[in-house]
Every structure is written in structure tokens, then in C-alpha cells.
């Protein structure tokens, strides 16, 4: 049994690590032929990548995948801390599976993912969740097929979780959920520690990989006919500063873009160390697409500060007329936090403001949630949910009136759209415009899934446009 501990999560020295292959021992290759699992993925992009990873380790050693979770042997929950929802969703999955596993004991049941690396999500499972068979950390992913084989093989519970980083594995197998998009991670972990949030206990210290091993992945996907490819990291930005001392991001979104998959995507991009190179490149290159995410979290500088974010509302902003004065019709989108600890009316207000003076094409407005663990748990909060549950009303208000607003300018353009499937509606087709708005448009042709075509701008929604091919 190895269990998390936070107080070694916090530590904030960089450790040295190795770069190694994964290899799955002969012994356990497809020694569970004839089994099934389901994945049920919570978090964001990373984890969603990782699941992809997660499938194929099963695979190999025989499990296959079995869409109903209620028929499979094993149910695995890949999950995500960052917000208490989070938390509660992962819990109630948990409680059915409780029921199933009443019903069809044999049935296998893991979770693994960001709250597997909570001290107090363990403790939780070690006391009240007997029935969990396993739970492994985001550090040690490709121990997967050990620890299974060990859970079933000495049919007790296993809690396999490392504090901190290991060594960086290369090489894990992967099976992608499309055929035309792509995650490829860059930079793992996080040190910014802003003072909200749990990532960097979960995920540990910045970790680049390789640019060998990304542009090799790349030019694998390339050659497999994928169309798009999004650069994945906590805080992408931050590439290469742990490798190299003269290669970073703007070099590698442009090595990524000679590659010349037709779309490349990154995220998230932290606004304190974004370059005027990085800009510049995204500018350059028709293969970079011209939507930059770029959370601000707050238009208060006093409550950046307090959410130790590094940047000012002044230098945020500076960062923002700058992209959108260089980039060709770049579309900016966000995360805002309201009713962090200390955040009065006017603060608030400074938030209205600035996304008034932004007008996003996209963002992500949040609740503030207390995070065990994390410096901002022990800020003082005197203002009432209610009151936070209006200023998020309010500021969704503001936000979507800009979506809409910026949709309404696309109409009568004619977008190159990447052709994602068949829409709900008869005979329409979705896709993503290069700036990541959703289309819902009809053809008088068929269209092959995973092509880009232009299409013609008819109406605008608050979420998506609609349209038709172009000739
Ligand atoms: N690395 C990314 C953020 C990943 S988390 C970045 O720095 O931009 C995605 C978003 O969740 C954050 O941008 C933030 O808006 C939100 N978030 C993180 N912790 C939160 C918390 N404790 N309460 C509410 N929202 C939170
Ligand atoms: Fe969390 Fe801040 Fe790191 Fe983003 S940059 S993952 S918000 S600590
Ligand atoms: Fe959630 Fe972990 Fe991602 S906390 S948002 S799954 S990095």
C-alpha cells in the first residue's frame, strides 16, 4: 500500500527524473482475455487524454472495452478534483456501483485520477468504500496493469498512490477517441500554485517532454491522416524551462506547425509567462489556429493577488490588446472565478468590467470551491452563496451577450469547418471553425467525416452558428 501525502505534494523542489519506456511484462500480456471494462471520464482535457491511455493499458492485458458500464467486469472512474461537483459526481458513481457490485460481486471496481491523489479521498476509501479493488494516482498510470493483476490475484484491496512525480514514461500505448483529433501532452504538472487551486498537488511539478518524442508523436499522427493535434499541459507556457535553455513553446508550436498538420491547437496557456515570440509565432503560421484560451479568473487586481495569479489587471489586459492586435482574428476565450474569499461588490464589478472591455468569444465561469489543502481554504469568506450565486447569474449575463454579439459578425462568412459527424437534426452536419465555434450546417453532398470544408455563415446563436456548405 503506498498512500498520498499532501505535505510532500506541496514541496516545490524540482526533482530529477528519467525519461523511460513503457514496457507491459509477458507474464501479464493478455491474461485477462474475455474481460471488459468501462472508463467513465470526470476533469478536463488531460484526463481525457489519460483515459485514452488507460483503455489501451487495459488492453494489453486482454480486457476489452464494453460501452453499458452495467455489463462490465471492471467499472474504472477516472477522476478530477477541482471543484466539490467534481467531488460529489465521482461519489455518487461510486454509491451506484455499490449497488452493482451487491448484485454481480465479481464485479471489479478502480479509481484512479486527480482524487486519487487526496489524502482525505483515500482515507475516505480506506474507511467507507471497502469495495474499491484498487486505486492508483496520476504519477503511476502505467503501473495500471500491475496493480490489477494484483487486485485479482490476491483479491484484496490495493491503494497504490506516489506523493509526487516519477520518472516521465514515453511509450505508453494509446487508444485516441477519433480519428482526426488528437491530445499529444507537452508539459506535465503545474508550479504556479495559484492559491485557489489543487492541481499542482495533484499533478506535481512542471515536467516537459521531450521535442523529439512530440514531434515524433506528431508526425505519427500526420502520417495517420489526423487533422488536428492539441498541445496539452496545465500550463503550456511554461514548456521547456525544465529541458532546455534555448527552446520553448514559440519554438515548438513552430517545429509542430512545419509538421504541417492542417490544425494545431494548445491549452492552457497561463497569461503571466506568454511571450511576445509565442504571439508571434501563433500569428505566423496558418496551421497555428487563431483561438487563444487565456483565464483571467478575476478583473480585480487585489483579488489576483490573492489568488497569487503573478499578473495585474493592467498587465492582462496589456497581454490581451497585444494578441489581439498581432493575431488575425483571434478569438480569445476564459475562466473566471467569482466569489473568491475577499472579493467584495466591487471587485466584482472590476470582473463586469473587464469582460465588458474583452468581449470573449468563450468562458468558463465558476463558483469558487474550497479546496482541502490549498492556501485559499484558509482565507476568510464573508460573503453568503447566495450573494456569489447572483454574481455568477450576472456575470453569465454579460458573458453570453458577447458570444452572441461576436457569432453575429461571422454571419455571411465563409469558415473552413472540420467536419465532426451528423448532427441530431436531419441532414446537418457539425463541426469547428478554426476558432473553436461550433457549426451546425447542411450539404447537398455527403461529406466525409474528418474533412475540412468551407461553409457559409447563415445565423448566429449564443453557442453555436449554423450554416451551409459553399459551394
Ligand atoms: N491550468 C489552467 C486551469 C485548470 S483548472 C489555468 O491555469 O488556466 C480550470 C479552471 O477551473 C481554472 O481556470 C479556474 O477558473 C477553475 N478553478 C480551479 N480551481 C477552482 C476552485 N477551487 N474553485 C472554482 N474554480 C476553480
Ligand atoms: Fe491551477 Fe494555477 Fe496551475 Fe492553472 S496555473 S493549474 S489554476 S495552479
Ligand atoms: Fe480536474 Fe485534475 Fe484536470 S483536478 S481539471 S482532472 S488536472
Given amino acids: 500500500m503506498r498512500l498520498p501525502d ?34 467513465k471520464t ?14 489501451a493499458l487495459l488492453k494489453t492485458i486482454g480486457f476489452t472495452e464494453e460501452e453499458n458500464y452495467e455489463k462490465a467486469d471492471l467499472v474504472l472512474l477516472n477522476t478530477c478534483s477541482i471543484r466539490e461537483n467534481a467531488h460529489n459526481k465521482a461519489f455518487g458513481m461510486l454509491g451506484r456501483l455499490k449497488h452493482l457490485k451487491e448484485e454481480r460481486p465479481e464485479l471489479l471496481i478502480g479509481l484512479c485520477g486527480c482524487m486519487a491523489q487526496e489524502v482525505s479521498v483515500v482515507e475516505e476509501i480506506l474507511k467507507d468504500y471497502k469495495f474499491v479493488n484498487f486505486v492508483f494516482g496520476t504519477h503511476n498510470m502505467h503501473e495500471l496493469p500491475n ?11 490495493q491503494i497504490e498512490v506516489l506523493s509526487r512525480e516519477s520518472d516521465l514514461v514515453e511509450g505508453l500505448p494509446v487508444v485516441r477517441a477519433n480519428n482526426y483529433k488528437a491530445y499529444v501532452n507537452i508539459i506535465y504538472g503545474c508550479n504556479k500554485f495559484c492559491t485557489y487551486c489543487i492541481v499542482p498537488y495533484t499533478r506535481g511539478r512542471e515536467r516537459s517532454r521531450k521535442k523529439e518524442d512530440i514531434l515524433k508523436e506528431v508526425e505519427e499522427l500526420v502520417r495517420d491522416g489526423y487533422k488536428e493535434v492539441t498541445l496539452l499541459g496545465q500550463n503550456v507556457n511554461a514548456y521547456g524551462k525544465d529541458l532546455y535553455d534555448d527552446y520553448n513553446l514559440a519554438n515548438l508550436l513552430e517545429d509542430v506547425a512545419k509538421t504541417n498538420i492542417p490544425r494545431i491547437r494548445f491549452t492552457t496557456s497561463h497569461p503571466w509567462d506568454f511571450t511576445d515570440e509565442m504571439i508571434e509565432v501563433i500569428a505566423k503560421y496558418p496551421n497555428i489556429m487563431s483561438h487563444v484560451h487565456l483565464p483571467v479568473q478575476s478583473g480585480s487586481s487585489k483579488v489576483l493577488k490573492l489568488m497569487g495569479r503573478r499578473y495585474t489587471r493592467e498587465s492582462y489586459l496589456e497581454l490581451f490588446d497585444k494578441m489581439k492586435k498581432t ?19 466591487e471587485d466584482f464589478k472590476e470582473t463586469l468590467s473587464l469582460v465588458e472591455y474583452c468581449k470573449y468569444d468563450n468562458a468558463f465561469t465558476f463558483i469558487f470551491s474550497t479546496r482541502k489543502g490549498t492556501p485559499a481554504e484558509k482565507l476568510e469568506d464573508n460573503t453568503p452563496l447566495k450573494e456569489k450565486e447572483d454574481r455568477l447569474q450576472r456575470l453569465n449575463e454579460v458573458v453570453n451577450k458577447y458570444f452572441l454579439e461576436n457569432n453575429k459578425k461571422l454571419e455571411g462568412e465563409v469558415l473552413p469547418v472540420l467536419v465532426e459527424g451528423i448532427s441530431s437534426k436531419k441532414g446537418m452536419y457539425y463541426g469547428y471553425s478554426e476558432t473553436n465555434k461550433l457549426i451546425n450546417f447542411s450539404s447537398n453532398k455527403d461529406l466525409e467525416i474528418g474533412s475540412i470544408v468551407p461553409v457559409k455563415i447563415t445565423a448566429s446563436k449564443t453557442w453555436s452558428l449554423d450554416g451551409e456548405l459553399d459551394g
Avoid at 478569438?331 to 473566471?336: E, L, V
Wanted: charged share 35%; aromatic share 8%.
Fill in 6 to 39: 499532501f505535505k510532500e505534494a506541496r514541496t516545490r523542489d524540482i526533482r530529477d527524473y528519467k525519461t523511460v519506456e513503457f514496457k507491459v511484462e509477458d507474464s501479464i500480456k493478455d491474461k485477462y482475455k474475455g474481460m471488459t471494462f468501462h472508463v
Fill in 147 to 157: 496493480i490489477i493483476d494484483k487486485a485479482i490475484v490476491e483479491n484484496k484491496q
Fill in 327 to 345: 493575431i488575425p482574428g483571434v478569438a480569445i476565450s476564459t475562466d473566471i472565478i467569482v466569489g473568491f474569499p475577499g472579493e467584495d461588490e
Fill in 42 to 55: 470526470y476533469g478536463c482535457q488531460m484526463n481525457e487524454h489519460d483515459s485514452e491511455n488507460i483503455k
